[in-house]
């Protein structure tokens, strides 16, 4: 496989994708989508599964990220383990604190959070999740661990920061070391109403920014299906992926959010077409 990594770009696949075997044989990172992997009980870690994927995995050569649990109203995801970083109780600071002890244990590059729901008032919902990311960033700081905040889709009016400047202002207020912006280009999409231009000024306007990529694609409007997120292989919605070099400076990576490995092949196939390595 082509060692990308040499010039400071690496691929990566969600663990969702395929197996950890599938993955190193198509790119060069997997990020541990925690909130799927079955690892939590009644949202109790059990450490017994949780060896168990860390031995596989070091007996095989990919970079690691995480992602942690988040909140989400699909019927899909665990209900046990859901995180809303606006409104957080002590389970939920627990959860995201296991997520960052998982990630220094691995040595991973990045983990993602989510930002949180509006939940009647953007700006009480806004200054909480600041206060919250304040603790959760020393908590990173003291496991030597880079977190990412990702930029939501603005399909959903409940998601804070799904345009630049609200997540900007978020990473600013924070001032941590330990917390910068996973760009997600495929919500930022949604957020931009499938406009290249506005989704040229996003990426452009976070670039410095930007710690963890996330790469899927979509048609950049509504849709009763997840708001319209729905995390096709990057080539098979709308998005022109040379946008991302407006990320200038950034050499980390670009982990492909989709569902097979026949979409990870079409997407790094279309990202490598776009991406102008130096």
Not at 102 to 108: H, V, W
Not at 143 to 171: F, P, S, W
Not at 184 to 212: P, Q, S, W
Request: aromatic residues 8%.
């Amino acid at each position: 496989m082509f060692q990308l990594s040499l010039y400071g770009m690496i691929l990566g696949a969600s663990s969702f994708a395929g197996s950890f075997s599938q993955i190193a044989s198509e790119v060069e990172s997997i990020e541990l989508y925690i909130p799927k992997m079955g690892l939590y009980s009644n949202a109790i870690l059990r450490n017994d599964l949780l060896d168990k994927i860390i031995d596989e995995l070091s007996t095989i050569d990919l970079y690691t990220s995480l992602h942690a649990p988040y909140f989400a109203a699909s019927p899909t995801y665990p209900q046990d383990v859901l995180v809303d970083t606006g409104d957080m109780d002590d389970v939920a600071f627990r959860l995201i604190r296991e997520s960052i002890e998982i990630a220094g244990r691995l040595g991973s590059r990045a983990v993602v959070l989510h930002p949180g729901r509006v939940n009647g008032n953007r700006e009480r919902a806004f200054s909480s999740m600041v206060g919250n990311l304040r603790s959760i960033a020393q908590t990173a700081e003291e496991h030597g661990v880079m977190l990412g905040l990702e930029n939501k889709e603005g399909t959903d009016q409940g998601n804070l920061c799904t345009g630049y400047a609200e997540l900007i202002r978020a990473i600013e207020e924070v001032n941590s070391d330990n917390l910068g912006i996973t760009f997600d280009i495929g919500h930022a999409n949604l957020t931009c109403g499938g406009n290249m231009v506005k989704l040229r000024e996003f990426a452009g306007a976070i670039a410095t920014y930007v710690v963890h990529v996330h790469v899927h694609d979509n048609r950049g409007i509504w849709l009763e299906h997840y708001d319209g997120d729905e995390h096709l292989a990057p080539g098979k919605g709308i998005i022109d992926y040379s946008v991302l070099n407006e990320l200038t400076g950034y050499r980390g990576i670009y982990n492909m959010e989709v569902f097979s490995m026949e979409d990870v092949v079409k997407g790094r196939e279309t990202i490598l077409n776009a991406i102008r390595i130096p």
